[in-house]
Nanobody
């Protein structure tokens, strides 16, 4: 499975962006999907998780109410809609897929739960 993120860029505080994760070599409707981010000098941080069939979603406290994870099975894409962006949201954002049938029904917040990753897309929020 290959994952390719896009949609990052420079935005002013209070603005919005929508990140896209395009999948190939696999069908995302069969996977649990997640978004993580990594700021310079920091560890990778959980952002959002979406279970198989989009039955459940979960967000980190820092983005809850501002970010939304969703998927388009027909397009084989996952999205992260980001509103009310803050300078502290500045990071490289990564899309991830969990394909294990033992995992896909769960909310997954650990990087070790995912077995496929994209290359990341930079999001920079200016104050």
């Amino acid at each position: 499975v290959q994952l390719v993120e896009s949609g990052g860029g420079l935005v002013q505080a209070g603005g919005s962006l929508r990140l896209t994760c395009a999948a190939s070599g696999g069908t995302i409707s069969q996977y649990a999907m997640g978004w993580f981010r990594q700021a310079p000098g920091e560890d990778q941080q959980f952002v959002a998780s979406l279970t198989w069939r989009s039955l459940d979603s979960y967000y980190s406290d820092s983005v809850k109410g501002r970010f939304t994870i969703s998927r388009d099975n027909a397009a084989n894409m996952v999205y992260l809609s980001m509103n009310s962006l803050k300078p502290e949201d500045t990071a490289v954002y990564y899309c991830a897929a969990a394909t294990s049938r033992f995992q896909i029904m769960r909310i997954l917040t650990r990087t070790s739960s995912y077995n496929y990753w994209g290359q990341g897309t930079q999001v920079t929020v200016s104050s």
